[in-house]
């Protein structure tokens, strides 16, 4: 039995997780968590009295108790987090003095480059200052600089306080930006190498350089436009966002390369610290850290010989999001990521198997994956797009060969760049190869009729949404529907004279003594209950070389006697 395999029909972790999922996605607001708390408690006592005088389970209904109760507190406590965070706001109080001019934050992200050449970066508020006045400010904001390069993260900034045009968003020039205090040393390190790395990837991809900086660091200031939307029309805009699959392919190029040097112990150890060093390079984004996470669980468990179910590591990652960073989990690259991921977790192996009557095994697990995650993020990729297109698993199955060798051709190039700078006309050839073809299927792909309800309204995407989420459900139970009816059938049919629906033995075919085979268990059979009239007790099988019969008519009894020569028997019989 694979111990991957869950022991029982819901783990608790898993309803933790399912409970502060509940709890945090069904918001109606602050005046229905009562209610809804209450509701979630009752559905969990209902489960656990089920598991526990039902089925005879009391500890899997103490445990189903405690687990929910967790995850509505976990729930709770994500929720009142959530709304501090909204009501601390990020711009000036009604009853703030007016004589505020000016605004001092912090830097807590990564910028990036957005419509107008405007780049945007994430700040919090430190306090605001202006005609004698000091007051001291908190509250998550973001700054949109026209012009200049990205600020470093951890840095101070001044900016004026009459930029604000929407609700915690600052327009401000670049002229009227000041950086108060450098970022920290460790912060500045980082930027250095990220700006260093981001000028590398860019001079060994040639055409393909924004493409490399978009999956490798997460950047895509230098995106092509076009490109982007065949991305995004080809449902294969998650290639372009950092997720487990490029975090997947790093490991694999890690464990290749330290792999036959350190063995795969230590390999596996020292790519838990590269996970991490990349973690920090490129920003804890939710996919990215939702990856590292079930990276380290899974190499922890391996460690200590105790492998999980990926959907383990998955409930686990969620509820670690939910007490670091609750606020990203309302994002919708937060929402879409996991769905993958769960999806793949619970309906990866159903549609391998579905699939595996038409394509080979690799293909088949591949496409696998990409219908599997569809079935999950599709309904709500419809409501917020309103935009669905069916050859995306197939897209994406063909495009990810293609990614990894541009991602390892990318780091080979850049690494080749970097000792020897005038060798970047010949690095870049073969990465604007496959640049070329991967663009060109994305272009393909694009191309091909999607279902779209844009034009047609919420109603219409709420429609749509139900009907992919109904298909999913439907190839999800398709399998098990069958195997029921199939069951139903065996168990409605009549027994005839010699047929039992207990255990059956083949008879032998004649083999002669000696020869690997069921001999034992064929000798067993004359034994069994419903056995055929007229069959002798005390025969053997045909051809099974028996002897004499013995009391109990077994044959060839000589191999249960303790001093017998033949107490051990040969390889061929250990195998049958």
Not at 111 to 118: E, N, P, R, T, V
Not at 252 to 263: E, H, I, S, T
């Amino acid at each position: 039995m694979n111990a991957t395999k869950a022991a029982g029909p819901l783990r608790p972790l898993r309803m933790l997780a399912a409970a502060s999922a509940l709890f945090v996605y069904l918001d109606p607001g602050t005046g229905g968590r009562g209610w809804r708390a209450a509701l979630l408690a009752l559905c969990a006592l209902v489960y656990a009295a089920w598991l526990g005088l039902a089925k005879g389970r009391r500890s899997a209904g103490r445990s189903a108790m405690l687990a929910v109760a967790a995850g509505l507190a976990l729930g709770w406590l994500a929720c009142v987090r959530i709304d501090a965070a909204e009501a601390a706001g990020g711009g000036l109080a009604s009853g703030a003095p007016l004589g505020i001019t000016t605004l001092t934050a912090r830097v807590t992200g990564d910028g990036s480059l957005g419509a107008k050449a405007m780049r945007r970066h994430e700040v919090t508020l430190e306090c605001g200052q202006g005609d004698g006045v000091r007051v001291s400010m908190s509250g998550r904001a973001w700054v949109y600089v026209r012009g200049g390069d990205s600020l470093p993260r951890g840095a101070v900034v001044e900016f004026p306080a009459a930029t604000q045009a929407a609700d915690r968003r600052y327009f401000v020039e670049l002229a009227h930006l000041t950086i108060l205090k450098a970022p920290p040393a460790l912060e500045g390190f980082r930027f250095r190498l990220r700006t260093g790395l981001l000028a590398v990837l860019a001079r060994a991809g040639g055409r393909a350089g924004p493409l490399l900086e978009a999956l490798l660091v997460g950047v895509r200031d230098e995106l092509d436009a076009d490109l982007s939307a065949a991305f995004r029309d080809s449902g294969c805009a998650h290639i372009l966002a950092l997720s487990g699959q490029h975090l997947g392919i790093l490991a694999a190029l890690a464990a290749a390369l330290l792999g036959p040097l350190m063995g795969p112990i230590r390999a596996r150890r020292l790519s838990c610290v590269l996970v991490v060093f990349y973690l920090w390079l490129v920003g804890p984004s939710p996919s990215v850290t939702r990856a590292a996470v079930m990276y380290w669980l899974a190499a922890l468990c391996a460690e200590l010989d105790r492998p999980q179910p990926v959907s383990d590591h998955l409930c686990a990652a969620f509820a670690l999001a939910l007490i670091l960073e609750p606020a990203q989990a309302r994002t919708l690259s937060f929402q879409l990521s996991y769905l993958a991921v769960l999806g793949m977790a619970l309906c990866g192996g159903l549609h391998e198997f579905l699939l595996a009557r038409w394509l080979p095994p690799k293909l088949a697990r591949g496409m696998a994956a990409g219908t599997s995650a569809l079935s999950a993020t599709a309904p709500l990729g419809v409501m917020s797009f309103g935009r669905l297109n069916p050859l995306s698993p197939a897209a994406s199955l063909a495009a990810g060969p293609l990614v990894s060798a541009l991602m390892w051709l990318g780091l080979a190039g850049a690494a080749v760049v970097a000792l020897v700078p005038r060798s970047f006309r010949l690095v870049r050839l073969p990465c604007e190869a496959v640049y070329g073809l991967l663009s060109r299927l994305m272009g393909t792909a694009a191309r091909f009729p999607a279902v779209t309800a844009a034009r047609a309204g919420d109603g219409g995407k709420l429609a749509l949404a139900g009907l992919v989420a109904a298909l999913a459900a439907l190839v999800y139970a398709v399998p098990y529907a069958a195997y029921r009816a199939g069951l139903a059938r065996y168990r409605a049919k009549p027994e005839s004279p010699g047929r039992s629906r207990g255990l059956r033995l083949a008879q032998g075919a004649g083999r002669p003594a000696g020869q690997p085979g069921l001999c034992h268990a064929e000798a067993l059979w004359a034994e069994l209950p419903d056995s055929p009239s007229g069959q002798k007790q005390d025969s053997g099988p045909p051809g099974g070389g028996v002897g004499p019969p013995r009391v109990g008519g077994r044959a060839r009894r000589g191999r249960h006697d303790p001093g017998s020569p033949a107490r051990r028997p040969g390889l061929e019989r250990l195998r049958d």
